[in-house]
């Protein structure tokens, strides 16, 4: 059997178990299963029909499935007369829920139809073979980034001395843009070398003393990246894009297809991850198990897998609903709310009015009206789209999203490697950035995007420019 085809399998086969568990109201029912059937149809087209290598609706499906449709399933399912509240304390309410599945229904659509039709307008650009650019100094180049590389391990001492010993529950004594500047651009520079080293050695056909010098670089560059960026310092949101795409960079046969990316993003999102966090947070010894097996299965039988679902991590669904009701009360933001990430680099000493993120202030909201005790939530693109313009933000912003994912496909077809992997990373941190707030997911992309690629490129400009003029 094929993968396309145990993929599909094991996709319906979920499916059916969730929704024929699924006790609600019967309208409730439907919405979510109205949304599913949209997602499948999104789903079937990538695996069985889209000619084009496209992680982006894979990743984008993925998100989807699991935080619409899979974690509120079970959220709401779980409920009782007495107990019928999201891990945020939100009051589940029938309407409000319909509010959002419409909403979400609304924010697929019109994105589907969007990409297709863009796939189509650029499809030649997307094709196109381009021969790629002399890059005669390049050596020089990854040279120039590695110092600058070294410089900032030197200098950022200090700074990774405060990561390694702050909890990640305390908040940092660095300002924000701070943390922006030195995590999402400057050591994201070894990734950048990496990329450029990988690209320099594809299109050498002998060994010479770059060639020898460069196999140094790399590998320190590669210390410095697990250096600067490590599970000890960096949530696995932030991790994952990185190794992800080094794994596509360097073993493309392992993710190089969409049922690959599709299955790979699929089981690690929907069954590892959960399965992971029962094995961390189990109540008996590994030497218990070992002795008595059973005890493994009573962990399953407790529930312990649905109630994974119902934890903050899985918030997005009922923080959409909670933009609604907020934007009930107060009213739309006009694109205020948008602002935030929009000018991300503008520090709020400089303005002091800065808005806060949509998630920090749907979370004020819902410590205010429902009694919680954390407002740092996430808060998806649709109810970004939803808060800022109402219906018309929400469809603004799917045209945006698959408008962007066109261009970057684009990117994704071209010889050039640093905008290979840029495309590629945008496709991992998707989850990321569908989850939101749209001001963390959008600020920490073009970090990245800067720190990898704005910067190299700008190097190699330099480089190019004066050794052509000195001769």
């Not at 994201?188 to 080293?197: D, W």
């Not at 189990?282 to 097996?293: L, Q, R, T």
């Not at 998630?359 to 808060?387: A, C, H, M, R, T």
Request: charged letters at 15%; hydrophobic letters at 55%.
């Amino acid at each position: 059997m094929s993968l396309r085809n145990i993929f599909i399998v094991v996709y319906l086969l979920l499916s059916s178990i969730l929704f024929a568990s699924f006790t609600c109201d019967v309208y409730v029912w439907l919405s979510f299963f109205i949304s599913f059937i949209i997602i499948t149809l999104i789903t079937y087209y990538n695996i069985f029909i889209e000619a084009e290598y496209s992680p982006f609706i894979a990743a984008y499906v993925v998100f989807n499935y699991l935080f619409f449709l899979l974690a509120p399933i079970i959220q709401i399912g779980s409920f009782t007369e007495t107990n019928n509240r999201f891990a945020t304390r939100m009051i589940y309410d029938i309407g409000l829920t319909l509010q959002t599945n419409g909403l979400i229904i609304l924010f697929n659509l019109i994105f589907f139809s969007s990409y297709l039709f863009f796939k189509k307008k650029y499809k030649y650009k997307i094709t196109k073979i381009v021969a790629p650019k002399n890059e005669k100094n390049l050596p020089l180049t990854i040279l120039i980034l590695f110092v600058i590389s070294v410089a900032v391990l030197y200098f950022s001492m200090d700074f990774m001395m405060d990561e390694f010993s702050r909890p990640n529950w305390l908040k940092s004594t660095y300002s924000v843009f701070e943390l922006l500047v030195q995590k999402k651009v400057l050591f994201m520079i070894p990734l950048a070398i990496i990329v450029l080293c990988y690209q320099f050695y594809k299109n050498q056909s002998k060994i010479t003393n770059n060639t020898l010098i460069l196999f140094f670089i790399l590998l320190g560059s590669f210390l410095l990246l697990l250096w600067f960026k490590n599970p000890l310092t960096e949530k696995r949101n932030a991790l994952g894009p990185i190794y992800i795409a080094l794994i596509f960079l360097f073993y493309p046969k392992l993710l190089n297809t969409n049922v690959k990316i599709m299955s790979f993003l699929f089981f690690a999102m929907i069954l590892l991850f959960p399965l992971f966090q029962i094995f961390t947070h189990i109540d008996y010894s590994f030497e218990a198990i070992i002795n008595k097996p059973s005890l493994l299965s009573k962990e399953f039988t407790d529930a312990k897998f649905a109630t994974t679902f119902n934890t903050l991590n899985y918030d997005a669904f009922s923080n959409i609903s909670a933009t609604i009701e907020y934007v009930s009360k107060n009213g739309f933001a006009y694109g205020y709310q948008l602002l935030s990430g929009l000018l991300f680099f503008v520090p709020r000493a400089i303005w002091s009015s800065k808005p806060i993120s949509t998630g920090e202030l749907v979370g004020d909201f819902i410590i205010e009206q429902y009694d919680f005790n954390f407002k740092n939530l996430s808060n998806p693109l649709v109810s970004e789209g939803y808060i800022n313009f109402g219906i018309f933000g929400v469809i603004l912003l799917s045209l945006i999203l698959a408008f962007f994912m066109v261009r970057l496909l684009i990117w994704l077809n071209r010889p050039d490697q640093l905008k290979r992997i840029i495309a590629f990373y945008f496709a991992i941190h998707l989850l990321f950035l569908l989850r939101g707030d749209f001001t963390n997911g959008y600020a920490y992309f073009i970090g990245t995007l800067i720190g990898v690629l704005i910067i190299p490129k700008i190097i190699h400009k330099i480089i190019n420019f004066a050794l052509k003029k000195e001769q």
